[in-house]
């Protein structure tokens, strides 16, 4: 089964990273944020194992650094900022790793057409592309936000959006 | 594939590669959470650690434990930031127990001075002395930053004032106009720990990187941890910076740069322009290297340079029509009418405004799902809409009502509502059977239809007897582009 993009909005999270001492409203957090913390950290750290492991210890800081956020913020911006701020650290410390499909296998993947799909989108799109890709799709960042995170103009996010878009339509992955 | 269902799918390929692991996580963070508050009571440096086996030596011989407690025991952490950055750990009879160098510059100011027990004023004497005489504080660079941390806010707040005093009259002293930042770390944010560690900075400067940060957005941290104090002092003097956290006193000195006038003259002279409109002038900072940032207007123009502060020489320069010029006059009428609303939208256009601005620009006069939001912190409306097959997203600044950001994206999902009043094409039941009549097929397995409505075509699937079959077939005449039979 497909599960569906939860409609991240900042009112909705920042309620729930307010309530995060409640375990309900943690957990729910979690369910919602895993993919894009997850799909951001891969794109930094590739390496499955180092991505988990820093979806741990995102969600682990925010349960403790949630009273330190400053309610005007975006919540998404703000969580955002300490995934990458933490994979950041974690690529200075770690060792070289083994590449990143290896340990993405078919176990994760039932069906040959996923881990195709996923397959694709790893090696055939470039760095930048990936990371606008998820930021807008995933995170739901504007284009706008996007180029001020990547340092980039707007015409440029927009442009290697819809390039990679088109890219992703001509691969015929899906 | 549509963008909705192409965010479906990533969201589930990420999304299925992270177990749910909340169980133990939560165990963790609740984990650390008794650690921290265990480190809370003993913390600052390994340094204290290892004081604190010899007290708890001490304290089981059982002698004068309090005294030695006053003593030897760190009560503050002052760090000094100008470009050297210096440590001082301090106890509570405001002696030195330690300094230490967090920069190579810092070591060349402490080299082989002994602070040991020394009184803070004493120290600070000698270290200001030292960057005085080694060119770090100046008539061109007279900006120091002091961070006390102690677990007494209320002592911080004392020794913060007391050593701001101190450092601004032994620079008086050496006739040096200063600037002096002070600021108490209350909290250490996870950012600015972060910021400290990955930049090898001081956390004080962090934290006032962060501040800084915080209240000019168009700044980025990354762009400010190699800058000086001075330079990142300069950058928070633009007219409409202010700073949070940070307390400030005097201000940074610009001498060594070629100042506003000569900025302005560099950047009409260039743009041959005598008669600017809306002229700004901004610090700004790329690549290590303080900017002028000035902009202006002429009757059809507007102008944007970036010149170097120190050289005076053209870094960027830009100019471009002024297409929302009508939409920026208007908009001293419309915010009379629309500010009733609350008081903090008293200079908004409003919501109807905003969302005629991107209709209009879109040329547009009925869209569908029409949702416009404000978002207060960047001032800005997002009008969002749908129209023939289009999702429009539009970013509008919210007091200029000067168009921000418009994107205009092909959106497959309203197709599909459109797709059956759309008389010109043959309909999907049409090409499922120009598909089937073709393969000799009459009853396909798994058959799927699709409407591709950008290249006009149907994409006909289906199995039969161990074969897939995928068809495309023109959507307007009917014919078939490509049939393709594989073994399933």
């Known amino acids: 089964m497909q599960t569906k993009w939860p409609n991240l909005d900042n009112a909705s999270i920042e309620k729930l990273l307010l309530n995060i001492t409640n375990e309900e409203d943690f957990h729910t957090l979690y369910l919602l944020l895993k993919a894009p913390i997850y799909a951001y950290s891969l794109a930094i750290l590739k390496n499955k194992d180092d991505a988990l492991d820093n979806v741990h210890d995102v969600f682990i800081t925010l349960y403790h650094e949630s009273r330190t956020y400053e309610r005007k913020n975006k919540p998404l911006q703000w969580i955002f900022t300490i995934t990458k701020n933490k994979a950041i650290s974690k690529i200075r410390k770690r060792k070289p790793n083994n590449s990143l499909l290896e340990d993405i296998g078919t176990n994760v993947f039932p069906k040959e057409e996923d881990l195709l799909f996923f397959k694709g989108l790893m090696e055939k799109l470039k760095e930048e592309e990936k990371m606008i890709l998820l930021l807008h799709l995933l995170w739901g960042f504007k284009h706008r936000e996007i180029a001020t995170i990547l340092n980039l103009n707007l015409q440029t996010v927009l442009s290697k959006y819809h390039r990679t878009i088109k890219k992703l339509k001509e691969m015929e992955v899906f | ?488």
């Open chain 2, 1 to 488: 594939m549509k963008k909705k269902e192409l965010r479906n799918k990533l969201y589930s390929l990420y999304d299925a590669q992270v177990p749910d692991d909340f169980s133990n996580i939560l165990s963790k963070a609740k984990e650390k959470g008794r650690m921290e508050n265990m480190k809370e009571k003993t913390r600052k440096t390994g340094w204290f650690w290892k004081l604190g086996v010899a007290f708890t030596f001490l304290l089981v011989v059982g002698i004068g434990f309090y005294s030695l407690d006053r003593q030897y025991s760190v009560d503050s952490i002052i760090e000094l930031d100008v470009n050297p950055s210096i440590e001082l750990q301090v106890n509570k009879k405001d002696k030195i127990r330690k300094a230490v160098a967090l920069n190579e510059d810092a070591k060349e100011i402490l080299q082989d001075m002994d602070f040991e027990n020394v009184d803070i004023d004493i120290a600070l004497n000698a270290i200001i002395g030292s960057m005085v005489t080694k060119g770090y504080l100046n008539d061109l660079a007279n900006s120091i930053l002091i961070s006390v941390d102690n677990r007494d806010a209320e002592k911080a707040e004392v020794l913060r004032k007391q050593i701001a005093e101190k450092i601004d009259s032994i620079l008086s002293g050496d006739k040096i106009d200063s600037s002096v930042l002070s600021q108490t770390i209350k909290k250490q944010t996870t950012e600015a720990e972060e910021l400290a560690n990955n930049y090898n900075i001081s956390l004080g400067k962090a934290e006032f990187i962060l501040d800084v940060v915080k209240n000019n957005p168009l700044l980025k941290a990354e762009n400010l941890v190699n800058l000086s104090i001075n330079e990142i002092n300069v950058l928070t003097q633009n007219k409409t910076e202010r700073l949070s956290t940070v307390e400030k006193q005097g201000n940074a000195s610009t001498k060594a740069y070629i100042g506003e006038d000569k900025a302005r003259d560099i950047a009409l002279s260039h743009a041959k322009v005598t008669k600017p409109n809306a002229l700004e002038i901004e610090f700004d900072t790329e690549n290590g290297v303080i900017l002028y940032e000035v902009e202006f207007k002429d009757a059809t123009y507007e102008y944007e340079y970036e010149i170097d502060a120190k050289t005076g020489e053209i870094i960027t320069s830009k100019k471009e029509k002024e297409d929302d010029k009508e939409i920026s006059n208007n908009t001293s009428e419309t915010n009379t009418n629309t500010s009733t609303n609350t008081n903090t939208n008293r200079n908004f256009i409003g919501e109807d405004k905003a969302r005629d601005i991107a209709l209009s620009h879109a040329k547009v006069s009925n869209p569908q799902n029409l949702k416009v939001e404000l978002d207060r912190e960047d001032q800005e409306y997002s009008v969002e809409f749908y129209y023939d097959g289009y999702e429009y997203d539009y970013e509008i600044n919210a007091v200029s009502g000067a168009i921000l950001s418009s994107d205009k994206e092909r959106d497959d999902d309203a197709n599909k509502n459109v797709s059956s009043t759309n008389s010109n094409f043959i309909g999907e039941d049409k090409a499922r059977d120009i598909a089937l009549s073709h393969a000799k097929v009459s009853n396909p397995q798994n058959l799927k239809v699709e409407l591709d409505r950008e290249d006009q075509e149907y994409s006909v699937e289906f199995y039969y007897d161990g074969y897939e079959y995928d068809y495309e077939i023109n959507a307007v005449s009917g014919a078939i582009l490509s049939s393709d039979k594989e073994r399933d």
